[in-house]
């Protein structure tokens, strides 16, 4: 699945009227973080497509298991970079194109199909740090900057345009084609001192993080084997990232001076590869495919293959077959949060909900930084209709993770639940305020308001929470003024 055809052809055409800079008259990176862009600018660019990305795009993978791993894996390596304080967030797309890309503000696409063919999780590492990179230098910034006058509208469209063709040359090239925008063809890639820069930074990430160094090189001259093999099918990534033979020596010779230590792969890793299988075509497909693997032994781990059997069938709703593979997968010794996430959930769907919340209890306690977990916990609870319960538990979490918005909206269906519509719609104007919806904001407060259920502090925190995002409403209208 690619980046749909209309969310390609709505970025390009807000991006139409922008006429890019020319290489020679882009801002050094000192200039680029000035006060013309700041780095809080960049951030909330990378906001808007985001919150754009999570709302309308199918192929944004809502997945808490995968999106967990992606950020645990990404947060080890961007604590070992130079992040100017952007702060990372990583997320999958579900597209079976080898791809990843950086946006604005350090939020970073993961396509399912570059999990798939990672073969270990320092080559998934190396090309993670890369875009890393690429953030860090501030390259999308420099791409997207032109002038003083170009506001915070353009720069957005830019941003989209740049990352529509990123992760759908395609559809992007036959969009553009034959239009005034043929200019910003020369900036939807980049260049190859961009390549080259986060060459070097991506390395040094993945030396301090701790990975095998020789993951970055090995990845890339695999794909560079593969074109060589299917010339007119250049993967998305080498479209998007021009690969020279200059730059994959450069990789390899930097690995000798670095001596070899093995470094095993994490079970996660090997788990997240089965579920992304495992979520591919009908269930009975996945089923076939899983079992295939383990009859003909073709598995670097039989756990993982056992994990993504289990969720193949949990797909199929057998649920005694999925607890049996399950069950496989721990008596080979494998322990990891995704596991307990799964057998919780197959004890739930068989009506065990004590046996199911349970398990999400004990697992919570040995894996208590996996939000994967957090949110299986809170949704167990709504679905069991224990809305005072899942109240407590939205608002507990929220005092470790405030900015959390899947926890606001655990938050506003427990209130839903219990018939509170004030303090619902109070819930849910948050949800919109952490995307950058401030006119989706006031509307909820607005409708909280004419609830006409809230108490007396609740209505005051109401009314608090409103003037504050009116006024920031009117200093965003000033903003795209300027």
Same mark, same amino acid.
């Given at each position: 699945?690619?980046?749909?055809?209309?969310?390609?052809?709505?970025?390009?055409?807000?991006?139409?009227?922008?006429?890019?800079?020319?290489?020679?008259?882009?801002?050094?990176?000192?200039?680029?973080?000035?006060?013309?862009?700041?780095?809080?600018?960049?951030?909330?660019?990378?906001?808007?497509?985001?919150?754009?990305?999570?709302?309308?795009?199918?192929?944004?993978?809502?997945?808490?298991?995968?999106?967990?791993?992606?950020?645990?894996?990404?947060?080890?390596?961007?604590?070992?970079?130079?992040?100017?304080?952007?702060?990372?967030?990583?997320?999958?797309?579900?597209?079976?194109?080898?791809?990843?890309?950086?946006?604005?503000?350090?939020?970073?696409?993961?396509?399912?199909?570059?999990?798939?063919?990672?073969?270990?999780?320092?080559?998934?590492?190396?090309?993670?740090?890369?875009?890393?990179?690429?953030?860090?230098?501030?390259?999308?910034?420099?791409?997207?900057?032109?002038?003083?006058?170009?506001?915070?509208?353009?720069?957005?469209?830019?941003?989209?345009?740049?990352?529509?063709?990123?992760?759908?040359?395609?559809?992007?090239?036959?969009?553009?084609?034959?239009?005034?925008?043929?200019?910003?063809?020369?900036?939807?890639?980049?260049?190859?001192?961009?390549?080259?820069?986060?060459?070097?930074?991506?390395?040094?990430?993945?030396?301090?993080?701790?990975?095998?160094?020789?993951?970055?090189?090995?990845?890339?001259?695999?794909?560079?084997?593969?074109?060589?093999?299917?010339?007119?099918?250049?993967?998305?990534?080498?479209?998007?990232?021009?690969?020279?033979?200059?730059?994959?020596?450069?990789?390899? /010779?930097?690995?000798?001076?670095?001596?070899?230590?093995?470094?095993?792969?994490?079970?996660?890793?090997?788990?997240?590869?089965?579920?992304?299988?495992?979520?591919?075509?009908?269930?009975?497909?996945?089923?076939?495919?899983?079992?295939?693997?383990?009859?003909?032994?073709?598995?670097?781990?039989?756990?993982?293959?056992?994990?993504?059997?289990?969720?193949?069938?949990?797909?199929?709703?057998?649920?005694?077959?999925?607890?049996?593979?399950?069950?496989?997968?721990?008596?080979?010794?494998?322990?990891?949060?995704?596991?307990?996430?799964?057998?919780?959930?197959?004890?739930?769907?068989?009506?065990?909900?004590?046996?199911?919340?349970?398990?999400?209890?004990?697992?919570?306690?040995?894996?208590?930084? /996996?939000?994967?977990?957090?949110?299986?916990?809170?949704?167990?609870?709504?679905?069991?209709?224990?809305?005072?319960?899942?109240?407590?538990?939205?608002?507990?979490?929220?005092?470790?993770?405030?900015?959390?918005?899947?926890?606001?909206?655990?938050?506003?269906?427990?209130?839903?639940?219990?018939?509170?519509?004030?303090?619902?719609?109070?819930?849910?104007?948050?949800?919109?305020?952490?995307?950058?919806?401030?006119?989706?904001?006031?509307?909820?407060?607005?409708?909280?308001?004419?609830?006409?259920?809230? /108490?007396?502090?609740?209505?005051?925190?109401?009314?608090?929470?409103?003037?504050?995002?009116?006024?920031?409403?009117?200093?965003?209208?000033?903003?795209?003024?300027?």
């Amino acid at each position: 699945m690619r980046l749909t055809q209309r969310f390609v052809a709505l970025t390009l055409a807000c991006s139409l009227a922008i006429q890019p800079a020319r290489a020679d008259e882009l801002p050094e990176l000192g200039d680029i973080a000035s006060s013309e862009f700041s780095l809080s600018t960049e951030k909330k660019i990378g906001m808007q497509i985001m919150h754009d990305i999570r709302w309308r795009e199918p192929a944004y993978l809502d997945d808490a298991d995968i999106e967990t791993y992606l950020n645990q894996l990404g947060g080890r390596l961007a604590a070992v970079s130079n992040d100017p304080g952007f702060g990372f967030t990583f997320f999958a797309i579900n597209d079976p194109n080898i791809n990843a890309f950086a946006m604005p503000g350090g939020y970073i696409g993961v396509h399912t199909g570059l999990i798939l063919s990672s073969q270990t999780e320092s080559e998934l590492a190396g090309v993670l740090g890369h875009e890393i990179s690429h953030v860090t230098q501030r390259h999308i910034a420099r791409q997207i900057y032109q002038s003083k006058q170009i506001g915070m509208a353009s720069m957005v469209a830019m941003a989209l345009a740049l990352l529509a063709a990123r992760s759908s040359g395609q559809v992007a090239g036959a969009a553009i084609a034959g239009t005034q925008a043929g200019a910003i063809s020369a900036q939807l890639a980049f260049s190859r001192d961009f390549e080259r820069e986060a060459d070097r930074q991506g390395f040094d990430i993945l030396r301090k993080a701790g990975f095998d160094v020789r993951g970055m090189a090995a990845f890339f001259a695999r794909l560079q084997q593969a074109v060589r093999l299917y010339e007119n099918n250049a993967t998305a990534y080498l479209r998007t990232h021009p690969l020279s033979g200059e730059r994959l020596s450069d990789m390899q /010779n930097r690995e000798q001076a670095v001596p070899y230590r093995q470094v095993v792969d994490s079970v996660d890793f090997h788990l997240v590869r089965a579920k992304v299988r495992a979520m591919q075509g009908t269930p009975r497909e996945a089923v076939k495919d899983f079992e295939a693997l383990l009859q003909e032994k073709k598995f670097a781990s039989e756990g993982a293959i056992h994990y993504g059997l289990a969720y193949a069938r949990y797909r199929l709703r057998d649920w005694s077959g999925a607890e049996k593979e399950v069950e496989a997968a721990r008596r080979l010794k494998v322990t990891a949060a995704m596991l307990e996430h799964l057998r919780a959930d197959i004890r739930l769907a068989q009506g065990d909900t004590a046996g199911g919340l349970a398990i999400y209890r004990d697992a919570m306690v040995r894996y208590p930084l /996996n939000l994967a977990l957090v949110y299986g916990f809170g949704t167990s609870l709504t679905g069991v209709r224990r809305f005072d319960d899942s109240l407590r538990f939205a608002e507990a979490q929220l005092r470790n993770y405030p900015e959390d918005v899947r926890l606001h909206k655990l938050r506003a269906e427990s209130y839903a639940g219990l018939g509170q519509r004030a303090m619902q719609h109070r819930a849910l104007a948050e949800v919109f305020i952490l995307q950058g919806q401030t006119a989706g904001a006031i509307e909820q407060l607005q409708l909280a308001q004419k609830a006409g259920d809230a /108490n007396f502090y609740e209505m005051s925190s109401i009314d608090a929470r409103l003037r504050e995002m009116k006024r920031r409403q009117i200093d965003e209208l000033k903003e795209k003024r300027n």
